[in-house]
Each structure stands twice: as C-alpha cells, then as structure tokens.
C-alpha cells in the first residue's frame, strides 16, 4: 500500500494525464483539428494578407478541375475573378481545422461574382469530401483536379491556399491552417478584389 502511495503522487498523476492527452492528440484526427483551431483562433496561424511581388510578365496559371456537377473547369477561363484555390484532404487534421474560417469567407464572398471559393479535394474522392462537407454543415461546393498542376505551384503539403489575382497570376500561397474569416483577410481580398 506504500509504493502505491508513493506512485500517486500529483507529478505522477499530472505526467500520467499529460501522456494520455498527448497518445489522443496523436491518435485522433479530430482532436489535433479542435487543437489547431484553438491556435488559429488565437490568431497564431494566420493567412497571407499582402500579395507577392510578381512581375507583369508572369504567365497566368491554368489548372484543370472537376465541378460539383461533373463538368470540367479550365482556371484560366475564370480571368477576371480572384480565384482562392484551397488544397485540403479529409483526413487532415490541418485541413479540418481551418475549414469552418473557409466556409465562413465562402459564405462572406458568396454572392460576389468577381470572387470563386474553390477547394480542391486532394484525394479525389467525391463521395467522401461531399458528405464531410454535408455532415460539418457547410456550404462550400467540392472540386477535384481533372488534370496535372502546373510544376511547384503546390508543395507536398495540406493544406495549401493559393490566391490568383484577376489576370491569372499566383499572388499569394499558404501552406498550413489559417484564419480566413479575419478581418485582415477580408481587407486583403477586398484590395485585390478593387485591382
């Protein structure tokens, strides 16, 4: 009965909690996600909110998509639009974390047509983005790609949020979560929304 007193000391009880909080956030998808938002409502993990320096001569991007409805999309016939292409997986715990500041901005920007929301579903699987989005609620429609991404527009990383201004040109790329529904973000867009 004594070393079992001596085991249940408080540091050994709070290092005993510390490791099984640790074992759930590595093991739980869900968890780590509600630990990011934590960091991203705090204001740690932040979009960008100034574009790059890129020169007029910058080629225009075109990156081929599958719609909602089946149909194929080339990004260069939206020239003229703010494009905010955000690669992301179900799986992902990054990506699950950021996807109701997304949906928020979706929703934001949702009735200006010079503007398009488009997350891209890294997987590929339809079926299985569409019901995340049905189940969490939100209202973002889910694209894929149809063909190959221009070479080093996207890293290995998820997610990944790429901003291409109205002439087609990358602006801005984000690796990690981030707070798009912040003001500062909303600024930004707005900006580049007047160019």
């Keep these: 009965m004594e070393k079992l007193k001596a085991l249940l000391t408080r540091k050994n009880i709070i290092n005993v909690v510390f490791i099984l909080l640790m074992l759930v956030l590595i093991i739980n998808p869900a968890a780590k996600a509600l630990l990011i938002r934590g960091f991203i409502a705090v204001g740690i993990m932040r979009p960008p909110t100034q574009s790059e320096k890129v020169a007029t001569s910058t080629p225009s991007v075109n990156i081929t998509l599958r719609q909602p409805n089946g149909e194929v999309l080339q990004s260069e016939k939206l020239k003229g639009k703010v494009l905010i292409m955000n690669f992301w997986a179900t799986w992902c715990p990054p990506c699950i974390a950021e996807m109701p500041s997304i949906n928020k901005m979706y929703l934001q920007y949702k009735n200006n047509s010079n503007l398009v929301v488009i997350p891209i579903d890294a997987d590929n699987d339809v079926s299985k983005s569409t019901a995340f989005m049905q ?44 707070d798009y529904s912040s003001e500062a973000f909303y600024e930004y867009l707005d900006g580049l929304l007047k160019e």
């Design 135 to 178: 189940n969490k609620g939100y209202s973002l429609p889910v694209y894929t790609l149809a063909g190959p991404l221009p070479t080093g527009l996207v890293s290995n990383a998820i997610p990944t949020t790429i901003i291409i201004d109205k002439k087609g040109r990358v602006v801005a790329r984000h690796e990690g979560a981030a």
